[in-house]
């Protein structure tokens, strides 16, 4: 394996971030401004809204990126606490905006924030502050209680929304922390049967819902649910190797308008082709591959843990998103990080992704006997990183 220093670690992943946030801006605007020319608005809209948010975005990366990880473990309560009275509030009428039978939103002026997102942070930061220096605590149900309660309580909350997606997303990230910290699986087991069940009472309450999305998966062909992973199928393949040029995609115009959104990767294959949704694939492999090694060489456990978090969260959105796109999975929406439109997903990323280039520029270097990159002392052992 090829040797680098942790600063290089930490500006590769600075590097491929920006490349994926100005690839998503440009994106953005090919596909939106024909949504709005044909709703006779302003062709800039949607550009200047998600400039704002990438100004927005590049705040909070730097604002991370130069937090020491000890002010973010003392303050990791505090954070999960937010992330709680949000995601009540947004359940509350009047304050939560219900769109299609969900409620996801907070209006705030002319943008929507989505607590979600935060969650999406939040509750890994809180888990690995708790669980970190705790591993013989952990082994027995009454330490690993407290993790457990708090990932019911934000997991619960997502699914009320309902957002069953992002449920699963966090409560799947969620145990693998809890796994790598040295929670017993038979107290996970144990404490899952009532969680399940709950699933299993709301499913029931939404099973046309859910009966229809798996329809659409089966036989998509003439399918109104299946319509837009169709067409973003079409427009995939009708990119060829190198597509059909920036700005020139036709789905677009009158078969996919909400390209901006969750399906951005469909206007990838048909503008930029097969070699463009390569190249973008390849931004994220090198995202995860630069994430595993500031992980691996992380110079304690609770950096360890938030780091696999942070790692499993974004690379399993993607492949979610990528997995929709090109109708391997049920569909489902859920944004492409950096490159769907939106501002709590972009800022909420760039923050993950400030907290993981800190970890990578105090790693330990590789060279036997050098120093740590970092004036901060480790808070405990390293934990075991997940397979």
Request: charged residues 15%; glycine residues 12%; hydrophobic residues 50%.
């Amino acid at each position: 394996m090829i040797r680098t220093r942790p600063q290089t670690t930490a500006r590769g992943l600075t590097f491929v971030v920006g490349v994926l946030v100005a690839l998503g801006v440009i994106l953005i605007y090919s596909s939106s401004s024909v949504l709005m020319l044909n709703k006779a608005q302003d062709p800039t809209r949607f550009l200047r809204k998600q400039l704002l948010f990438v100004v927005l975005a590049g705040s909070s990366f730097a604002l991370a990126r130069h937090t020491r990880l000890t002010t973010l473990r003392r303050h990791a309560w505090s954070l999960l606490g937010v992330t709680a009275l949000l995601l009540v509030a947004v359940l509350i009428p009047g304050i939560g905006r219900r769109v299609n039978g969900a409620s996801r939103w907070i209006p705030l002026g002319g943008f929507n924030m989505q607590p979600s997102e935060l969650a999406k942070l939040g509750l890994p930061l809180f888990l690995a502050a708790y669980c970190s220096g705790r591993r013989e605590a952990l082994g027995t149900l009454k330490g690993a209680l407290p993790a457990l309660g708090a990932i019911a309580g934000v997991v619960g909350l997502i699914a009320i929304e309902p957002d069953m997606g992002t449920a699963m997303l966090v409560g799947c990230v969620s145990v693998a922390i809890l796994l790598a910290a040295g929670v017993k699986l038979r107290h996970l087991l144990l404490c899952a049967v009532p969680g399940l069940m709950g699933l299993f009472v709301f499913a029931l309450t939404k099973l046309d819902y859910i009966w229809r999305r798996i329809h659409a998966f089966m036989d998509p062909a003439g399918n109104d649910v299946a319509y837009q992973t169709n067409q973003s199928v079409i427009a995939i393949g009708s990119g060829g190797l190198f597509g059909v040029g920036l700005g020139a995609s036709e789905q677009k115009r009158a078969f996919l308008p909400e390209l901006h959104t969750d399906f951005i990767f469909a206007l990838v294959g048909e503008e930029l082709g097969f070699c463009g949704g390569l190249f973008v694939i390849g931004c994220f492999a090198a995202l995860i591959v630069l994430g595993m090694r500031a992980v691996e060489r992380a110079h304690d456990q609770f950096s360890m843990l938030l780091g696999q978090g942070i790692l499993l969260v974004l690379g399993i959105q993607s492949l979610l998103n990528l997995a929709v796109a090109t109708q391997s999975i049920p569909p489902k929406g859920i944004a492409l990080p950096f490159l769907s439109y939106g501002g709590s997903s972009l800022i909420s990323c760039a923050a993950a992704m400030g907290i993981l280039v800190r970890i990578a520029a105090q790693g330990r270097p590789e060279a036997p006997g050098a120093e740590p990159a970092a004036s901060e002392a480790p808070d405990s052992a390293p934990a075991p990183a997940l397979a």
